[in-house]
């Protein structure tokens, strides 16, 4: 496996992982549940078993690609799911509905355009590493190349985990109230 399938395979790893385990908890899985019955529309007698298939299928996904059985499954797998969360996203937005992200568990950010983009992002980091392990043969990894690799991949999933507060951090208006007084200039 090449290193940019390696980052790419640890990346998806801790965004599905860190997903799935954050719906686990009591609240924030009723909280997934209740979105699935109101934004998407699901019956409510089969809202919490497409809740429990969604955890499943995020866990299930970061098992395959932390075992490397399953890998290139497991991209496949990451593509299509992320593929169903971009396309729900559109339909809550298209829809105007102000629901806070659970993608996270309890998330308070609106599902709005950042999660479209976020969703890209990780398309293409399951995509790619879905392409790159098909192009490449395995290659002997060197310790140092493999740590540097696992350092990228997790400070991708760590950005893309915490995209939302990025977004929010950055489009940040301006709070201060500080005006500048127009200086006097004196000519002499």
């Known amino acids: 496996m090449s290193y940019a399938a390696l980052g790419c395979r640890l990346a998806l790893i801790l965004v599905f992982a860190t997903s799935g385990l954050?719906?686990?908890?009591?609240?924030?899985f009723a909280d997934l549940v209740r979105m699935l019955r109101t934004v998407w529309v699901v019956p409510v007698g089969l809202a919490r078993t497409a809740g429990v298939a969604l955890v499943a299928s995020e866990l299930g996904i970061a098992a395959a690609l932390a075992t490397g059985l399953g890998t290139p499954t497991g991209f496949a797998g990451a593509a299509l799911l992320l593929a169903l969360f971009t396309l729900l996203i559109a339909v809550a937005i298209r829809r105007r509905a102000t629901v806070?992200?659970?993608?996270?568990?309890?998330?308070?950010?609106?599902?709005?355009?950042?999660?479209l983009v976020r969703n890209v992002l990780l398309f293409a980091v399951a995509g790619g590493g879905f392409w790159v392990q098909q192009q490449e043969a395995d290659v002997a990894h060197h310790p140092g190349g493999v740590a540097v690799t696992l350092a990228a991949g997790a400070a991708v999933a760590a950005l893309l985990i915490r995209f939302d507060e990025l977004v929010d951090l950055f489009a940040a208006r301006p709070t201060s109230t500080?005006?500048?007084a127009p200086t006097k200039t004196t000519t002499t």
Do not use: I
């Not at 954050?22 to 924030?28: D, F, I, M, Q, T």
């Open 100 to 115: 806070a992200c659970r993608c996270f568990g309890t998330g308070g950010t609106p599902l709005g355009a950042a999660h």
């Open 178 to 180: 500080v005006s500048r």
């Open 22 to 28: 954050s719906k686990v908890r009591r609240h924030a």
